[in-house]
């Protein structure tokens, strides 16, 4: 960042730090309305931007909680509803179904490239709605999804619902944002709000060496809160029309690595931990929407350093449906991976009792 543009961000920094703050102020004191839907709420969220790993524990969440109805008689197995906002889709304002559980009904256009990736992978688990407004979509799911519990996504913030369980996400690789709130840093609040954390899940913690004084520092902030580490894990490899292949024969020859995600740095180190040799990476901003003649670029800078075949992510894959790719295009897919999974499995499932 240049000197002229740091000069900028940082009146601006202290003036988002003041309104964060007196928000948070105003909600501790009463002066803001919480609103509590009918149904348990379970909370995933982080203090910094992007990047975190947020997706896949969502994801697993949605299935911890399918896991623990299954085990149950049939009658007592909880319909599921992902809220989220969907940031970078066309509409932001209105709502949008994704899916009702059982069919994908909004594209990535009309949802988002996240909320879309979650409500493809949670088909016969979770539903998954899109709106600014949780509390409005929640008592929608309810009537008519007859939801019966709801996993916030990206909900730390989100102080206008009540929640029974607050999970949150420290990203080991950049766990305080650079020290920094909004626009300057990362931050999306000062660290001390990781006290109103129910749980912590550090993610990434493989790629780390300092784990212990990260868990040292989540612990003294987070107070008594669980504290959970997770780590990054290939589930798959396949090509963009979904077909799986084997990852032995993917790996052979040098790739050219590109992603818009928040953290394209893990991505990569992912691929090169995974075994795959990196001739080039490209990255693009956060829910970057490709075009053509983008992709265009990419296969030929490929095909100028003799590289047969481009990988990326599966965020990124949903948005490339429509788009002509002239060389083959591969998706790694990835899931989390929790240490003492089920401690948390447990946690989540006793707060479902709590809630009924």
């Known amino acids: 960042m240049n000197p002229a543009g740091s000069a900028i961000l940082i009146p601006l920094g202290t003036i988002y730090s003041a309104v964060t703050r007196a928000r948070l102020a105003a909600y501790r004191r009463g002066l803001f309305s919480v609103s509590k839907l009918a149904a348990p709420v379970l909370s995933i969220g982080n203090l910094t931007t992007g990047g975190t790993g947020k997706t896949p524990l969502v994801e697993w969440v949605c299935r911890a909680l399918a896991r623990g109805s299954a085990r149950d008689d049939a009658a007592a197995i909880k319909k599921v509803c992902v809220l989220t906002r969907g940031y970078g889709r066309e509409n932001p304002k209105t ?142 490899i396949r090509r963009l029309d979904g077909e799986r292949i084997d990852p032995a024969d993917s790996l052979t020859d040098p790739v050219g690595a590109f992603c818009g995600v928040g953290n394209p740095k893990s991505f990569f180190n992912h691929l090169r931990g995974a075994g795959y040799q990196l001739a080039f990476t490209r990255t693009f901003t956060d829910h970057h929407k490709y075009t053509q003649p983008e992709l265009d ?37 990835i899931e989390i991976s929790l240490d003492e999974g089920e401690r948390l499995a447990e946690i989540i499932q006793n707060t479902m009792s709590q809630g009924v």
């Open 95 to 236: 709502q949008v179904v994704v899916s009702d559980g059982a069919k994908l009904l909004a594209g990535a256009r009309e949802a988002g490239d996240e909320p879309s990736l979650l409500a493809k992978n949670l088909l016969g688990v979770a539903a998954v709605i899109c709106n600014p407004d949780r509390l409005a979509a929640g008592q929608w799911a309810i009537e008519h999804l007859h939801t019966e519990v709801f996993v916030l996504d990206d909900g730390f913030q989100h102080l206008r619902l009540s929640r029974d369980l607050d999970i949150v996400i420290i990203d080991a690789t950049n766990p305080w944002g650079g020290g920094r709130l909004l626009p300057y840093g990362r931050l999306r609040e000062p660290v001390a709000g990781l006290s109103r954390a129910d749980c912590v899940v550090i993610t990434r913690a493989d790629q780390v060496e300092n784990l212990t004084s990260i868990k040292e520092a989540v612990q003294r902030l987070a107070g008594d809160a669980p504290i959970f580490s997770s780590r990054m894990l290939s589930s798959g």
């Open 297 to 333: 670029a990419l296969v030929e800078e490929a095909r100028r350093l003799g590289i047969g075949s481009l990988v990326t992510t599966a965020k990124d894959a949903i948005k490339l449906n429509s788009l002509d790719v002239a060389i083959p295009c591969y998706v790694l897919d």
